[in-house]
């Protein structure tokens, strides 16, 4: 049974930064995608960021970019999201997704086929 999970979200002031860590486990395969998605009270879920196998390949939001930074930890089934220069609008459940058929190659299409129940991100304006 494959398993995903978030931890390290918080409630921080805007500005503030906040590191989040996703672990996978029950996988098989010893190569997969992963990502960061996020949703705010009635809004849509939104792509974050996007990560390769070996962390060569990296993929962003727009609204994003320069703020924060996806990396794979020592053991590659592991996944952080450093989140700096927060703002209220990043407020949202953040939740890492999983693309069990990625090989090799960009991460702007993948498909995500498990997702972790999510982590809470609050920034006070």
């Known amino acids: 049974q494959v398993h995903v999970v978030e931890t390290g979200g918080g409630s921080v002031q805007a500005g503030d930064s906040l590191r989040l860590s996703c672990a996978v486990s029950g996988l098989p395969q010893n190569a997969f995608g992963m990502g960061w998605f996020r949703q705010a009270p009635g809004k849509e879920r939104e792509f974050v960021a996007a990560?390769?196998?070996?962390?060569?390949?990296?993929d962003y939001a727009d609204s994003v970019k320069g703020r924060f930074f996806i990396a794979r930890a020592n053991a590659r089934n592991t996944m952080d999201l450093q989140m700096n220069s927060l703002k209220h609008e990043d407020t949202a459940i953040y939740l890492c997704a999983v693309d069990s058929t990625y090989v090799t190659g960009g991460v702007r299409h993948l498909r995500y086929d498990y997702w972790g129940q999510g982590t809470q991100v609050t920034v006070s304006a």
């Open positions: 990560i390769s196998w070996t962390g060569e390949y990296t």
